[in-house]
């Protein structure tokens, strides 16, 4: 982090500072009014910020015709504290460690994903009338911690902006905090987050089969691709 910091231009120290002063989520015209600067120059300024991890991107919630605005957010403006830094930095070095040393890198991320996933799961609240492990019933419904609720809090709580459709068997993710170690290694860190909602899943009761991470599938965020199987009833 403090590298990071020491390597940005003047230019880009300015607007990392207007994120940081508004301490929560600002526009790219926001940005460009504040400082005067073109659309399309604070518009690169705030990607390249997010490029270095300084700051997060997420899409603002639709208002009317078109697609909704991107905002942005400073690591500290989002609360991410020295203790949560060191602990990406060390998940970084360990996608960078299984990319070099494993054989497979995507089946080795992939099984721990599923015992991180699995046991962030059984240490969360569980879903009303039942207990981590407990398989619904036949023909119990409750729409309230159905499967796809539950994976898209966790992942909320993980800090991955999930964005589900109407039916949550897509889910967008606007944010992902091993950004710049999944640009680097899709293989692994990737992996590690599908192996993660599997692990999630299982631990619920669920068939994980079907599961599918697509990375960087469309501008500004990896989809979950949920089968109907597991996303649990609407």
Known sequence: ??????????ALRRVLDVLEARGGEVTVNEVA?????????????LDALV??????????PARGRGRPAWAYTSV???????????Y????????????????????????IGREWGAAMAATAEPPTGSAPGQRRAAGAVDPDRAARTEVVRMLTRGGFGPEPSADATRVALRRCPLLEAA???????????????????TVRGEDPTGVRLLPFAEPGA?????????????
């Not at 991890?53 to 997420?58: F, H, K, P, Q, T």
Request: aromatic share 0%; hydrophobic share 45%.
């Open 51 to 60: 490029d270095a991890g300084l700051v997060v991107r997420s899409r603002q």
């Open 88 to 111: 990406l930095a060390l998940t970084t070095a360990f996608a960078h460690h299984v990319a070099r040393t494993s054989a497979d890198p995507a089946a080795s991320a992939r099984q």
């Open 1 to 10: 982090m403090d590298e990071a910091l020491a390597a940005l231009s003047p």
């Open 222 to 234: 990896c989809v979950l691709l949920l089968p109907d199987a597991v996303a649990g009833p609407a």
């Open 33 to 45: 009014a504040e400082l005067g600067l073109h659309h399309n120059t604070a518009r690169g300024s």
């Open 76 to 86: 500290a403006g989002a609360g991410i504290d020295e203790r949560t830094r060191d």
């Open 183 to 201: 640009r680097s290694h899709p293989e692994v860190v990737c992996q590690v987050h599908q192996g993660m909602v599997e692990g999630m899943l």
